[in-house]
């Protein structure tokens, strides 16, 4: 407790109040700035709430001074700022601190925004590829032997597949049920049906991975609104309140790895459950960060929906789809739907849609006895498997 901190605030309830996307997909004649203003112009809409209430804000990845700059851009004056940039698991650290800030008063509304061109920038070629995040520090001693982050993700699978004998027509299998999820979502950038044989057929991008196995690149952002338990009476939608989170961060470089085959999901998954006081069997959808199809096999493990190395058996079977065991990335993910690159905040709007059973015909996710969903969990993953950010969310 601080000094001046009224008592009730470290125990106030937060809720989520308002998310949206952008223009998602294929956008070219928009600004990532442009993308940032309109997500949160239609976050704060489907909140209910006026402007004046926003007095916290955190972005990353965009400006000298992420946020400073695009809150500039947006007219906000904030006297609560976040930029932690911990690459795609981002947004779900972000959405953990500012639920810290606001339970603890020092902040009543906190916006989180992101969005980028990422897939525009490179068709008009004001940006190319890139091999690596740099060659100083730590990866000056990994990058001189081309080292790339998808060479890291695919020998991470490797070792799965040699450690727990997982194959690759199970990893192709969470790319064919993400795909099966895009297809009624009208957002989604790929909706076409894939089948397994399309995945590994495919040309080879690191070995294993083939091009299905890996995620699109697209334009897109979205925003999200968390506000103290004071606005709820005033909000448009009935809330989503976040219930626990954990964060945590692992290595830099692969040798200091201690095992390839366990994500920093297995320690911000177990916090995240212990503090909303919940177990992994009682949710009811996991939105988590696919940037490959092991991300999200690994991730199933670490956050304790199946065993260690039984992941490759858990996602056969159809239990990723929306109708299935355990709906995952509802939307299609960054597999199908969108990633304009750190897509962790596209998982926290997704959560909150289906949780509020307001993803439409064909898309929203029904339980036992035709029941909306009442538990979700949004677990984004940052560099190569660097960092984790894990959230759960429940319904009002």
């Not at 200091?256 to 320690?267: G, L």
């Not at 998954?269 to 960060?289: K, T």
């Amino acid at each position: 407790m601080t000094s001046g901190t009224p008592s009730g605030y470290r125990h106030r309830k937060v809720a989520v109040a308002g998310v949206a996307l952008s223009d998602c997909g294929r956008v070219d004649e928009a600004t990532p700035y442009a993308l940032h203003a309109q997500a949160a112009r239609r976050a704060l809409a489907d909140s209910g709430l006026d402007r004046s209430v926003i007095d916290g804000f955190a972005s990353a990845g965009l400006g000298t001074l992420a946020p400073v700059e695009v809150a500039e851009y947006l007219g906000l004056r904030p006297t609560w700022v976040d930029s932690t940039s911990v690459g795609g698991a981002t947004w779900e650290v972000l959405a953990a601190h500012a639920a810290d800030a606001i339970a603890a008063g020092h902040a009543r509304a906190v916006l989180l925004v992101y969005g980028s061109t990422a897939r525009a920038d490179i068709k008009a070629g004001r940006r190319t590829s890139n091999l690596s995040f740099g060659a100083r520090g730590p990866l000056q001693f990994e990058v001189p032997y081309g080292h790339t982050l998808i060479a890291k993700y695919a020998m991470a699978a490797r070792r799965h597949m040699h450690q727990y004998g997982t194959t690759l027509e199970q990893l192709a299998e969470i790319a064919v049920q993400a795909r099966a999820n895009a297809a009624t979502n009208p957002d989604a950038m790929y909706r076409d049906p894939v089948t397994v044989d399309d995945v590994l057929s495919g040309p080879m991008i690191a070995d294993p991975f083939t091009k299905l196995h890996c995620c699109i690149r697209s334009d897109g952002g979205c925003a999200v609104l968390l506000v103290a338990e004071d606005y709820v009476p005033d909000l448009a939608k009935p809330p989503v309140w976040v219930l626990g989170s954990g964060t945590s961060v692992s290595h830099t470089t692969m040798s200091e790895w201690a095992d390839f085959t366990v994500s920093p999901a297995a320690v911000s998954g177990r916090l995240a459950f212990e503090r909303a006081g919940v177990r992994p069997a009682e949710i009811d959808l996991a939105e988590i960060y696919d940037a490959f199809t092991y991300m999200t096999l690994v991730t199933l493990e670490d956050l304790g929906f199946c065993a260690k190395g039984e992941g490759g058996a858990f996602v056969e079977k159809g239990r990723l789809l929306r109708d299935g065991e355990l709906p995952v990335n509802t939307d299609g993910g960054g597999l199908a739907a969108c990633h304009p690159g750190m897509r962790g905040l596209f998982l926290l709007v997704e959560a909150v849609r289906q949780l509020r059973g307001e993803a439409g015909p064909g898309r929203q996710v029904h339980r036992a006895g035709g029941r909306l969903p009442q538990l979700a969990v949004a677990s984004g993953t940052g560099g190569w498997f660097c960092s984790s950010g894990t959230v759960v969310l429940g319904r009002g």
